[in-house]
Structures are given as C-alpha cells and as structure tokens.
C-alpha cells in the first residue's frame, strides 16, 4: 500500500518538475504581406510641334484678361507675344472678336466685340476720369461720352450703327458729357528726324 501511495507521488512529482521545465510557447500565425503596386501613371501628352508659318498664314485674334483684343500676323507672332508677356496672358480667341480691330499691332488694340442686346443697357453714373472721347468712321465729328457703356449703346442703337470709335481725348478740346457732335480737332504730328552723328577728329599722334 505504501508502496503505491510512493509510485504515485513520485509520478505526480515528475509530471511537475516537467512541466516546470518545459515552457508552452503559443502558435503565432504570420500573415503574407502582399505587395501592393504602385499606382499606375497615365502617360504625360506629348509635347505638342512648334507652330510653322509663313508669309502666306492668316492672321489671328488674340485676347487678354482685360477683354482687350489685338490683331497678329500669323500665330507664330501669338505665341512669341505670349511668351514675353507682351501683353501679359494673352491667348487665342476667335476671329469674330476682333471684329471692331482693323489693322495688326498694340497701337490697334480694341476692346473686343460682343453681340448687341435687344434693347438698350441702363449704364451707372462713373467718375469723371472715366469719359472717353469718340470719333466718328469718316474721322470728322467727334463728342464725350461717360464711358465705354454708353459707347455700346451709341454702336448698337443708333444709326447708323458702329459709327462711333475711341480716340485720343485732345481731339474733343473742352466738350463735356451729353454735348452735341463737333468737328474733331486735328492733332500735329511729330515725325522724327534721324540723329545725324559726325566722328571726332583723332588727336594728332607724336612720332618718334
């Protein structure tokens, strides 16, 4: 019987001193990290080819963020102007725009043309630095006018229509707003005459 009582707590003692020594380390599952590709990029628009022109390329309009418009040459001319920001942000508009615009340059540059309303436009009262003197087509009759929506109004409800364009303010002399007509003052003109430069006479050199 002792015997037995023995076997037993020696067995129970020897299960112990092993699990004493022997430590359960739990089962980690380690996940596949999956590789994720990088987003794919559209290829970039290519590079679009250099504008060609020549003598024979119709001109074109372009406008800036002003509503001004301006005549060019071909649209090479366009693009160089762009470039040079001379007029800054102008860009290419349609030909109907510089309808009012008769020849190319800055000099020539208008506001652009814009269709006319069914009736005409109620314009707000402006400061006074903001009347403009107008010409007649045939370049002889002249008058002020409060500003550029009068101006609209005038070109789009009066006959005959367009009649009336921008000029220099000299050539209306003293008129104000809502006088009549008048014949234009003719400005002189200032031609220049080239700069004539005659070389200095070298210092006589002493010989040896």
């Known amino acids: 019987m002792r015997s037995q009582q023995l076997t037993l ?3 129970v003692a020897l299960i112990c001193l092993a699990s004493g020594l022997t430590t359960v380390t739990p089962r980690t599952t380690t996940r596949r990290s999956i590789s994720t590709l990088p987003p794919i990029i559209g290829r970039p628009w290519p590079c679009s080819p250099p504008a060609v022109c020549s003598r024979t390329s119709p001109r074109v309009c372009g406008r800036t963020p002003r509503g001004d418009c301006q005549r060019f040459n071909n649209i090479c001319e366009l693009i ?34 814009a269709p006319c309303p069914a009736r005409p436009v109620v314009c707000r009262r402006t400061q006074p630095r903001q009347e403009i003197c107008v010409r ?10 409060a500003n550029t929506c009068q101006l609209r109004n005038q070109n789009c409800h009066s006959q005959p229509r367009n009649n009336w364009l921008r000029t220099a303010k000299r050539r209306c002399g003293d008129m104000q707003v809502g006088d009549k007509q008048r014949p ?8 220049r005459r080239p700069r004539i430069t005659t070389p200095r006479p070298r210092p006589p050199t002493l010989s040896a």
């Open 184 to 191: 234009c003052i003719n400005l002189p003109t200032t031609t």
């Open 136 to 145: 007649s087509r045939n370049n002889r009759d002249c008058k002020i006018l």
């Open 80 to 113: 160089q102007a762009n470039r040079e920001a001379k007029p800054a942000d102008i860009r290419h508009t349609r030909d109907i725009d510089c309808r009012t615009v008769r020849a190319v340059g800055a000099a020539n540059r208008r506001p652009c043309w």
């Open 9 to 11: 707590i020696f067995g």
